[in-house]
């Protein structure tokens, strides 16, 4: 311990050390407050958005006459919130929806939709904590260590330092070391605090600190191989750089590219092409087109279907929305296994990337990751399920419609 306290003490003395802490500093700090604002932006947009629609649906359902008009006219608003880590992984929310507003239309017309982002910053990458951790941090401690034993033997000191040094052989070892665990404290003192600002619970970071030292200790490990052996900086820097991008670059756009030629997805825009086309092609079909497949997802509605020949009549109007899922059905539920199946696919190319797997494991922690985005549009789809079966009460059954009977209209629940 006293050879690694003197290492730390020799290592602060030096100015490219001093520089790279420094940097490495206000990266965190850049990275943890992007994170935080992010964070704070997407709660201030749920809370807007759920009195704008508590607002709406208390102007709105005063003015229908019937439970038809009722569902057309009011838009309900389902949401992921972020969870308290997520400031510092925003992993799959800047690409995955997260919130929609849904009618008791047609799910799959709803579903697909969400915010279009920057084109540039998504193939660049969000500086948040989670890509400093796994594609910065290692180029930091490779520019600190490429040049640790290469030095020493250039300047002719290496066996000096060894007879000198009460740790004979392992001082640069130590010294190594020191300034891993610099860095270690320099990139997770900004997070410390973020997560006592965040309010979130202090034992929830610990997965997050874990993740730091994890990676840290592997890179530390693959520069002491490089670096001790009988090679020049130029050379050691070149190797490191090299197994840089094969660990965050290659391997993973390579695993990327075979993952989705293996596993086919069927495209969100084929799915809403779908059901518009047969809910399109409803209007022009005789009602028992639309009856019929409808009776047979819903048998608890037999012989309560029946509609005039000529006319409109919502309960028509919403079993024609249904029957759209139910064409789509297939294609969505193609894409969303398929979905899974790619991150699965994905969890195995991070074996042979660490950067890779510690930003998965990040953004499983932080609940921003593939996994959780389905949890979400599950919970989603069934609040819409719930929307469908409280108005086909009034639709096809006995209930009347009333102002009273509206006050039980199904809330959204987010997702535990």
């Known amino acids: 311990m006293a050879d690694l306290v003197r290492e730390i003490r020799f290592c602060l003395n030096e100015n490219v050390v001093r520089?790279?802490?420094?940097?490495?500093?206000?990266?965190?700090?850049?990275?943890?407050?992007?994170?935080l604002l992010d964070v704070k932006h997407q709660k201030a947009q749920i809370e807007f958005l759920k009195a704008e629609t508590a607002a709406d649906q208390s102007y709105v359902l005063p003015s229908q006459g019937d439970a038809g008009s009722a569902a057309y006219y009011i838009f309900h608003l389902t949401y992921d919130p972020p969870?308290?880590?997520?400031?510092?992984?925003?992993?799959?929310?800047?690409?995955?929806?997260?919130?929609?507003?849904?009618?008791?239309?047609?799910?799959?017309?709803?579903?697909?939709?969400?915010d279009p982002g920057n084109p540039e910053l998504s193939y660049l990458g969000k500086l948040d904590f989670a890509y400093l951790v796994s594609?910065?941090?290692?180029?930091?401690?490779?520019?600190?260590?490429?040049?640790?034993?290469?030095?020493?033997?250039?300047?002719?000191?290496?066996?000096?330092?060894y007879a000198t040094s009460r740790s004979g052989?392992?001082?640069?070892?130590?010294?190594?070391?020191?300034?891993?665990?610099?860095?270690?404290v320099t990139i997770t003192a900004p997070f410390l605090i973020a997560l006592v600002l965040s309010n979130a619970?202090?034992?929830?970071?610990?997965?997050?600190?874990?993740?730091?030292?994890?990676?840290?200790?592997?890179?530390?490990?693959?520069c002491r191989i490089v670096t001790s052996s009988n090679v020049e900086s130029v050379a050691a820097a070149a190797i490191l750089f090299?197994?840089?991008?094969?660990?965050?670059?290659?391997?993973?756009?390579?695993?990327?590219?075979?993952?989705?030629?293996?596993v086919e997805v069927p495209d969100g825009g084929n799915i809403l092409l779908t059901q518009r086309e047969t809910v399109n092609d409803a209007w022009d079909l005789p009602a028992e087109a639309t009856m019929n497949p409808f009776i047979e997802e819903h048998p608890e509605w037999q012989g309560r279907t029946a509609v005039a020949e000529e006319g409109f009549e919502w309960k028509w109007y919403y079993a024609f929305q249904q029957v759209g899922d139910q064409v789509a059905e297939p294609l969505s539920t193609a894409l969303y296994e398929g979905i899974a199946n790619r991150d699965q696919?994905?969890?195995?190319?991070?074996?042979?990337?660490?950067?890779?797997?510690?930003?998965?494991?990040?953004?499983?922690?932080a609940e921003t990751d593939v996994t959780r985005h389905l949890e979400y549009?599950?919970?989603?789809?069934?609040?819409?399920?719930?929307?469908?079966?409280?108005?086909?009460?009034?639709?096809?059954?006995?209930?009347?419609?009333?102002?009273?009977?509206?006050?039980q209209l199904p809330q959204f629940t987010p997702c535990e």
């Open 19 to 35: 520089w790279t802490l420094l940097i490495a500093l206000v990266l965190s700090g850049l990275s943890l407050t992007n994170g």
């Open 83 to 114: 969870s308290e880590l997520a400031f510092a992984a925003l992993g799959m929310r800047d690409e995955l929806p997260w919130k929609h507003r849904l009618r008791m239309l047609a799910l799959e017309g709803q579903i697909y939709e969400s």
């Open 135 to 161: 594609m910065v941090l290692p180029l930091l401690l490779i520019g600190l260590l490429f040049d640790l034993d290469a030095r020493e033997r250039r300047e002719s000191r290496l066996e000096l330092l």
């Open 169 to 184: 052989e392992r001082v640069l070892l130590y010294r190594a070391c020191a300034r891993a665990l610099l860095l270690f």
């Open 201 to 222: 619970a202090p034992v929830s970071g610990l997965s997050v600190v874990l993740a730091v030292a994890v990676h840290i200790l592997f890179w530390l490990c693959i």
């Open 242 to 262: 090299g197994l840089w991008l094969l660990f965050t670059t290659l391997v993973p756009v390579v695993g990327k590219y075979t993952t989705e030629q293996l």
């Open 345 to 365: 696919q994905m969890g195995l190319v991070s074996l042979f990337s660490p950067p890779l797997l510690i930003e998965r494991w990040l953004n499983r922690v």
């Open 377 to 407: 549009v599950d919970c989603a789809r069934e609040f819409h399920s719930d929307l469908r079966h409280f108005h086909y009460q009034m639709l096809f059954g006995d209930e009347e419609f009333s102002e009273q009977i509206m006050t």
